[in-house]
């Protein structure tokens, strides 16, 4: 009995064995969709920002320039923003990389300079880091996908602003969050 049961449970790994070598489990990550393969885009972006609790920018209208390289599921992103900050205006410069799957999901860095004096509590450079949420819906194809797209993008860019040092600024006031939500209207080379 001890060697029938032995000889079965033998059987039995040794199926299983042979069994689990030949199978295993596969996911299917495809997407059913054309993607950008060395594509631009280039575009406008308004929107407004405001800082967490609305001192500096106070809710600020901002305008933007947009360029962009995208290949496959990844992009990188240059740009260029404005907006009044305090008593003067500051100008920014903005890079991210993106990912991209039904919605356009990336992280970044953005500088940006004062044109004049900001007034007290405004620091003349700011640094932030960036998130960026946005979802891209092609509303034109120009000359059947041959000419391109225009995509309308409704987004969010939530951030940090590191601040810097500057007389009348506390150590807890350094870092502050500082948001961006916008609409970004862009042609580009991808025929979607």
């Known amino acids: 009995m001890r060697r029938a049961a032995a000889l079965g449970l033998r059987v039995a790994v040794g199926v299983a064995v042979a069994g ?5 489990a596969e996911v299917d990550w495809s997407v059913d ?3 950008p393969d060395r594509d631009f885009a280039f575009g406008l972006t308004g929107g407004v920002v405001f800082d967490e ?4 920018a106070a809710t600020s ?5 947009d360029a962009s390289y995208l290949d496959g599921l990844f992009g990188a992103h240059l740009g260029v923003r404005a907006h009044r900050e305090g008593f003067d205006w500051r100008v920014a410069g903005l890079a991210e990389v993106t990912w991209w799957y039904l919605l356009l999901l990336g992280t970044g ?4 300079q004062m044109l004049g004096d900001g ?5 003349d450079t700011a640094v932030a880091l960036t998130l960026l949420v946005g979802a891209p819906f092609p509303i034109a194809t120009l000359d059947e996908g041959r000419g391109g797209s225009l995509v309308l993008m409704p987004y969010g860019r939530p951030g940090l602003r590191f601040r810097g040092e500057r007389p009348g600024l506390d150590r807890d006031d350094r ?6 939500v916008g609409v970004s209207l862009r042609w580009t ?3 979607w």
């Open 20 to 24: 689990a070598g030949s199978a295993r």
């Open 33 to 35: 969709m054309a993607l």
């Open 53 to 56: 609790d609305r001192r500096d």
């Open 61 to 65: 209208g901002m305008l933007g320039l």
């Open 109 to 112: 860095v953005q500088v940006g």
């Open 119 to 123: 007034g007290p509590g405004v620091p």
């Open 175 to 180: 870092v502050r969050g500082f948001h961006e």
């Open 189 to 191: 080379s991808f025929g």
